[in-house]
C-alpha cells in the first residue's frame, strides 16, 4: 500500500498580478512503505515545493495529498514524520543533546524518552563523541547528522530528507549514506531530494526525475535505463529532460506572463 500519494499535485506560485512561476504541476506520486524513494532534478524542477507540500508547509493550488491515508493538514499524521530541510539553522550556542532537546520538547515528548531518544540518536550519528560541544563548532558534516538525528527524535516511520548531502565530502557522503540504509532497515520509508545522481542511484529503491515542476518519470534503475535506452543515470537523466524541453516551451524559468501587462 503506498504510504505517500499525491494526486494531481499543483503548485503555482504567484509573482505579483501578472506573473505566475510553476512550483509543480500535477504530479502523481505512490511512493510505497519501507522504500528509500528519490527525487532528482535540476534547480528549481520544483524538488523542495513537492516535499514541503507532502509536509503541509506550502498549501497546494489544486490537487490532494494522502499520507498513511491522511491528508497532509491532519496534524496527528504529522507525528509519523521526520523533516531535514535544505538549508536548516540551529541556534550556534546549543550543543547536540539541547538541539534534540528542544526538538523533543517540540513533540511533546517526555524528559525520560528525550534522555533515551538523545543517547540512541548520538550513537547513531556517531557524535556520541561531541556531546558538550556548540553548534557553532561542529563541521559540515556533523551539523547535517545532528540534523538527522533531530529529524528522528520522534521515531518517525517517514522520513523526508531535502538535499541531505549537500556540501558534504565523499566520507560524509558514504556516512550519511550507511545512515539511511541503517533507517530503511528499521523499516522507515525515506524520501529525498538530491542533485546527486550517484548518491541517488546508491541508496534508492525508485527514482522520480522533475523538471520545470513536472514529473517526468519514475521507476527503479534498471527499469528506467531501458525505458530510455540508456547505459548510466546521468545519460537517462539528460536524455528525459531533452525530451521533455524538444516537447514543450523553452526559456530558462518555470516563470509565465499572464499577458495583461496592466
Ligand atoms: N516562494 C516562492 N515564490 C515564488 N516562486 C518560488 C517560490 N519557491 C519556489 N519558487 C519557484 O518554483 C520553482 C521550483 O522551486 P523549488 O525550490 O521547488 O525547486 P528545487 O528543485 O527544490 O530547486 P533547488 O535544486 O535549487 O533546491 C522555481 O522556479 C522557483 O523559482
Ligand atoms: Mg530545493
Same mark, same amino acid.
Request: aromatic letters at 6%; charged letters at 25%.
Given at each position: 500500500?503506498a504510504?505517500?500519494?499525491t494526486?494531481?499535485?499543483?503548485?503555482?506560485?504567484?509573482?505579483?498580478?501578472?506573473?505566475? +512561476?510553476?512550483?509543480?504541476?500535477?504530479v502523481?506520486?505512490?511512493?510505497?512503505?519501507?522504500?528509500?524513494?528519490?527525487?532528482?532534478? =535540476?534547480?528549481?524542477?520544483?524538488?523542495?515545493?513537492?516535499?514541503?507540500?507532502?509536509l503541509? !508547509?506550502?498549501?497546494p493550488?489544486?490537487g490532494? +495529498?494522502?499520507?498513511?491515508?491522511?491528508?497532509q493538514?491532519?496534524?496527528?499524521?504529522?507525528?509519523?514524520?521526520g523533516?531535514?530541510?535544505?538549508? =536548516?539553522?540551529y541556534y550556534?550556542?546549543?550543543?547536540?543533546?539541547e538541539?534534540l532537546?528542544?526538538?523533543?520538547?517540540?513533540?511533546s515528548?517526555?524528559?525520560?524518552?528525550?534522555?533515551?531518544?538523545t543517547?540512541?540518536l548520538?550513537e547513531?550519528?556517531k557524535?556520541?563523541?561531541a556531546?558538550?560541544l556548540?553548534?557553532?563548532?561542529?563541521?559540515?558534516?556533523?551539523l547535517?547528522? !545532528?540534523g538527522?538525528?533531530?529529524?528522528l527524535?520522534?521515531? =518517525?516511520? !517517514?522520513?523526508?530528507?531535502?538535499e541531505?548531502?549537500?556540501?558534504?565530502d =565523499?566520507i560524509?557522503?558514504?556516512e550519511t549514506?550507511?545512515?539511511?540504509?541503517?533507517l530503511?532497515?528499521?523499516?522507515?520509508?525515506?524520501?529525498?531530494?538530491?542533485?546527486?545522481?550517484?548518491? +541517488?542511484e546508491?541508496i534508492?529503491?525508485?527514482?522520480?526525475?522533475?523538471?520545470?515542476?513536472?514529473?517526468?518519470?519514475?521507476?527503479?534503475?534498471?527499469?528506467l535505463?531501458?525505458?530510455?535506452?540508456?547505459?548510466t543515470?546521468?545519460?537517462?537523466?539528460?536524455?528525459? !529532460?531533452?525530451?521533455?524541453?524538444?516537447?514543450?516551451?523553452k526559456?530558462?524559468?518555470?516563470e509565465?506572463?499572464?499577458?495583461?501587462?496592466?
Amino acid at each position: 500500500m503506498a504510504i505517500i500519494e499525491t494526486k494531481d499535485l499543483t503548485k503555482i506560485y504567484k509573482l505579483g498580478r501578472n506573473k505566475e +512561476v510553476v512550483g509543480l504541476n500535477k504530479v502523481n506520486l505512490n511512493i510505497e512503505e519501507g522504500e528509500i524513494f528519490g527525487i532528482l532534478g =535540476p534547480n528549481g524542477s520544483g524538488k523542495t515545493t513537492c516535499l514541503k507540500l507532502l509536509l503541509g !508547509i506550502l498549501f497546494p493550488t489544486s490537487g490532494e +495529498v494522502k499520507i498513511m491515508g491522511k491528508d497532509q493538514f491532519d496534524v496527528g499524521m504529522k507525528m509519523n514524520i521526520g523533516f531535514l530541510p535544505e538549508n =536548516p539553522y540551529y541556534y550556534d550556542y546549543l550543543t547536540g543533546p539541547e538541539l534534540l532537546k528542544f526538538y523533543g520538547k517540540l513533540f511533546s515528548l517526555s524528559p525520560s524518552t528525550i534522555r533515551k531518544r538523545t543517547e540512541e540518536l548520538l550513537e547513531l550519528v556517531k557524535l556520541s563523541d561531541a556531546k558538550r560541544l556548540t553548534l557553532k563548532h561542529y563541521s559540515k558534516g556533523m551539523l547535517e547528522r !545532528i540534523g538527522l538525528a533531530a529529524s528522528l527524535i520522534n521515531d =518517525p516511520k !517517514i522520513l523526508i530528507l531535502d538535499e541531505p548531502t549537500t556540501g558534504l565530502d =565523499p566520507i560524509g557522503c558514504k556516512e550519511t549514506r550507511d545512515l539511511l540504509l541503517e533507517l530503511k532497515k528499521q523499516g522507515k520509508t525515506i524520501l529525498l531530494s538530491s542533485h546527486f545522481l550517484s548518491e +541517488v542511484e546508491r541508496i534508492c529503491d525508485r527514482i522520480a526525475i522533475f523538471h520545470r515542476g513536472n514529473l517526468l518519470t519514475v521507476g527503479n534503475l534498471e527499469g528506467l535505463l531501458a525505458k530510455y535506452n540508456t547505459e548510466t543515470l546521468e545519460e537517462l537523466f539528460v536524455k528525459a !529532460i531533452e525530451e521533455f524541453d524538444s516537447k514543450n516551451v523553452k526559456g530558462d524559468t518555470n516563470e509565465k506572463s499572464l499577458g495583461n501587462s496592466t
